[in-house]
């Protein structure tokens, strides 16, 4: 009996405790590690990258020289950088937050023909460049 007794505790015991393998598919499969590690792992790399695309340019061309000369606009230019890349706007439209912050929009016009005209929006806060789009 005695060997009917330790058997029948081993299979009592395995029966009370899960294997791991048990354990990890009980889990959903959003709180599986390695799942977890490979989602932060991208949001890390989706941060680094946003980062890179914001200071980049500013980087490898300080003075924004080339992109003057190119006649485009970067984020991070002066009102002067501006008017030199672009020239000067059709309207200025200037405005202050409750914290005192000016902002200005810059509104340049593209003539194409006597129907078709091009907009363009710039947006300043204290003198710098922060952000701007095109409407046709």
Known sequence: MPADL???SLLTGAAEQPSDESAQ???????????RITIYACFAILFAVMLAWRFLPGLL???FEKHIQNKQVVVGMTREQVLKAWG????????HTKDG????EWIFE??????????????FEEGI???GWYYQ
């Open 101 to 104: 912050t000016r902002r200005e």
């Open 25 to 35: 598919d009980s889990k959903p499969f959003l709180c599986r590690k390695p799942v």
């Open 6 to 8: 330790t058997s029948a």
């Open 88 to 95: 000067s706007p059709y309207t200025i439209n200037v405005s």
């Open 129 to 131: 460049l922060v952000s």
């Open 61 to 63: 061309d300080p003075t």
């Open 110 to 123: 593209d003539w194409k023909d006597a129907s078709t005209i091009k907009h363009r929006y710039l947006y």
